[in-house]
């Protein structure tokens, strides 16, 4: 997305070999935190485990282990 985007209501369309998608209507917000990691469905909020898993409740990541995200939106 480019950098210059101001924050608010805008409308984004796709187009691809001529043919041109209905318009979506996007808020963009002056800076939004998040936190995603890799999986095998794409993208998604959260770390991962080096083994690939998603870190949660139920599958904590082991004490010294090293877990990966990337970040979006950290600066305002």
Do not use: H
Not at 69 to 76: C, K, N
């Amino acid at each position: 997305m480019p950098f210059d985007i101001a924050p608010g209501d805008t409308c984004c369309t796709q187009s691809w070999a001529g043919f041109e998608a209905t318009p979506l209507k996007f808020l963009w917000l002056a800076f939004d935190p998040a936190f995603y990691c890799r999986w095998a469905r794409g993208m998604v909020q959260g770390f991962s485990n080096d083994n690939g898993s998603i870190v949660t409740a139920l599958n904590p990541a082991d004490r010294g282990s090293r877990v990966t995200f990337y970040a979006a939106g950290l600066v305002p």
